[in-house]
């Protein structure tokens, strides 16, 4: 099976992956920080209903758009329920998530009403995105093309339709709800208070001025 190719050839690739050389036209094709999100509109499902949805319909909320490699694998499923059971957080920061795969809408479907214990969904709080003709996936430049499978991407665009943040990941390893969320809550904070956040920053801890004097009030406590 097709899965089963897949999943054996995930360290075979490393090598491969890290002794590729760099492509000055494929670096170039990547999504730019920061710069408009590539457009983009499919077949969705969500509540068991088939819909269509496009970047324009989250203007004015926050959107965390993540590709993951096939429907029924392996570490899909907890990322997609780990970021499904935290909707309440997602909701409560005006931030709207989408889940993006190139498989049909069909398999989305038949997907997420498997149960958890079989290695289904058992419903989703948020829309899968089909990109089965793989332009999506292409766009946001993470489509591996020899295995037609999508790495896993994950793109914070603000509410103006601005990407603000991306992450890739290779295959085998899954992502930090966690972490989006803090993100998320980081380039918000700056919107609205014009500070910017240090390293590992969290809500309610201290951030810095952007200036020479102002950031001193940071340095002296910090250090």
């Known amino acids: ?59 004015g909320k926050y959107l965390v758009l993540f590709f993951y490699p096939l429907d029924f694998t392996f570490v899909c499923p907890t990322e997609l329920i780990a970021f499904s059971d935290r909707i309440k957080e997602f909701d409560a920061i005006n931030c709207a998530l989408v889940g993006c795969s190139c498989d049909s809408h069909f398999s989305h479907l038949a997907f997420i009403q498997r149960s958890r214990k079989e290695g289904g969904l058992g419903g989703l709080n948020y829309p899968l995105l089909s990109d089965y003709k793989k332009e999506i996936a292409r766009k946001y430049d993470v489509l591996l093309e020899e295995e037609g499978v999508p790495l896993r991407g994950l793109f914070i665009i603000d509410k103006e339709g601005t990407l603000r943040q991306k992450t890739v990941n290779d295959l085998p390893v899954g992502r930090s709800v966690d972490e989006v969320l803090r993100l998320v809550k980081a380039f918000q904070f700056v919107e609205e208070h014009g500070e910017v956040c240090p390293a590992n920053w969290q809500p309610g801890s201290k951030t810095i001025k952007a200036d020479p004097k102002g950031s001193q009030a940071y340095f002296e406590t910090a250090n």
């Open 1 to 59: 099976m097709f899965v089963q190719r897949l999943g054996k050839s995930l360290l075979q690739r490393v090598p491969a992956v890290v002794s590729r050389p760099l492509s000055t036209t494929h670096l170039l094709q990547s999504p730019k920080i920061p710069a408009p999100a590539p457009d983009f509109k499919g077949i969705s499902v969500f509540q068991n209903e088939f819909k269509e949805v496009s970047l324009n319909d989250f203007r």
